[in-house]
């Protein structure tokens, strides 16, 4: 038996501790993955909210509030507060449907997609470093934990946008 592939079964036994070793990387992770964007946003008076926001109708221009919704997992109340500072500050632009009037498609303004391709840039430069200095076996294993770890109503959200840049899309 090869070392990785003891070290993968290894791995099928994990600790306590070394579960809660993956569980604290994972929160400085996050906040190392975060942390530029964060400065970048709040020379705007923005926050994570709204850079998600941002993120999502990027990924899917003109997608409807109640998409959205569904895809950040959070309140009416909450999107709707993010949505309208957006939409203030000139980086989102709120339509009502063709189809649908009750429903309002989301587009980013030039000014907005300039502020999301900033902080998408950053991102992908520190997780672009990251990967390679892990290389390309961990990237694919990254990527599987990551997948396994989505809960089922969230999964078909990701695997769309996945699908659409498996595709060509950005």
Not at 33 to 57: C, K, M, N, V, Y
Not at 130 to 136: E, I, Q, S
Not at 149 to 160: F, G, K
């Amino acid at each position: 038996m090869s070392d990785s592939a003891r070290e993968g079964e290894s791995l099928l036994f994990l600790t306590d501790e070394q579960l809660r070793k993956g569980i604290e990387a994972m929160f400085f992770a996050y906040r190392g993955f975060t942390s530029d964007p964060d400065r970048i946003l709040a020379e705007q008076g923005l926050g994570r909210a709204h850079h998600r926001a941002l993120h999502f109708i990027h990924r899917s221009p003109g997608t409807t509030v109640n998409n959205l919704l569904s895809i950040l997992g959070v309140t009416k109340q909450s999107l709707n507060r993010v949505l309208r500072t957006l939409i203030e500050v000139g980086l989102v632009e709120s339509r009502v449907g063709d189809r649908d009037r009750r429903e309002r498609h989301l587009r980013l303004t030039e000014e907005g997609a300039r502020l999301e391709a900033r902080l998408s840039r950053v991102q992908r430069a520190r997780m672009r470093a990251a990967y390679r200095a892990a290389g390309p076996g961990a990237v694919a294993g990254f990527r599987q934990v990551l997948e396994a770890m989505m809960d089922e109503e969230t999964r078909p959200h990701y695997e769309a946008l996945r699908d659409k840049g498996d595709r060509g899309g950005q």
